[in-house]
T-cell receptor
Framework: DAKTTQPTSMDCAEGRAANLPCNHS???????VYWYRQIHSQGPQYIIH???NNETNEMASLIITEDRKSSTLILPHATLRDTAVYYC???????????FGAGTILRVKS | ETGVTQSPTHLIKTRGQQVTLRCSSQ?????VSWYQQALGQGPQFIFQ???????GRGNFPPRFSGLQFPNYSSELNVNALELDDSALYLC?????????????FGPGTRLTVL
């Protein structure tokens, strides 16, 4: 599985959009980009995933660059409850595991 | 719909002992994966079970073993516990082995080895 690089931490003001970047420059054509988050003392929670097109669901939007070497997770209106560690993961099409890095600690502040 | 549950919540063992952790998968899910999360790190894949058979294993020694039962619940067994086995153990279930299916995680079991 390709390696991902994320900033160690980010701050965001409550109500503003949180934009979390991820670099995956060695991604292969059959690898998907997944985002999970882990709120303190809980198990990771799935957010969104995509292959090459931008994706949106009720939680977030995922923007993948045309060359697929990087992506951005967007939380459109961050709340205090969005404070968590956010993991960007690339995963092969028939992969059976998630390979987590260190993730980005997002702190949403009022 | 009941989510993924794990038991116990916390556990304290001493070096050399054996431990069994349990996981009940979400209703309708036939695939269970186990992860180890050391303090301050991301979860690390231990192994996955699909229809009672191991379906992939991470870089963990044989003293980490598992089972999946006909109702798709699962156990993680660790023999000869070491201090470095202290971690949060997470179980995740999914509707199938396909990567299209998101993995739903339980709250974890916090294991402390003294």
């Amino acid at each position: 599985d390709a390696k991902t690089t994320q900033p160690t931490s980010m701050d965001c003001a409550e109500g503003r959009a949180a934009n979390l970047p991820c670099n995956h420059s060695t991604i292969s054509g059959n690898e998907y980009v997944y985002w999970y988050r882990q709120i303190h003392s809980q198990g990771p929670q799935y957010i969104i995933h995509g292959l090459k097109n931008n994706e949106t669901n009720e939680m977030a939007s995922l923007i993948i660059t045309e060359d697929r070497k990087s992506s951005t997770l967007i939380l459109p209106h961050a709340t205090l409850r969005d404070t968590a560690v956010y993991y960007c993961i690339v995963r092969v099409e028939d992969g059976n595991k998630l390979v987590f890095g260190a993730g980005t600690i997002l702190r949403v502040k009022s | 719909e009941t989510g993924v549950t794990q038991s116990p919540t916390h556990l304290i063992k001493t070096r050399g002992q054996q431990v069994t952790l349990r996981c009940s998968s979400q209703s309708g899910h036939n695939t269970v994966s186990w992860y180890q999360q050391a303090l301050g790190q991301g979860p690390q894949f231990i192994f996955q079970y699909y229809r009672e058979e191991e379906n992939g294993r991470g870089n963990f020694p044989p003293r980490f073993s598992g089972l999946q039962f006909p109702n798709y619940s699962s156990e993680l067994n660790v023999n000869a516990l070491e201090l470095d086995d202290s971690a949060l153990y997470l179980c995740a279930s999914s509707a199938s082995v396909s990567s299209y299916n998101e993995q739903f995680f339980g709250p974890g079991t916090r294991l402390t080895v003294l």
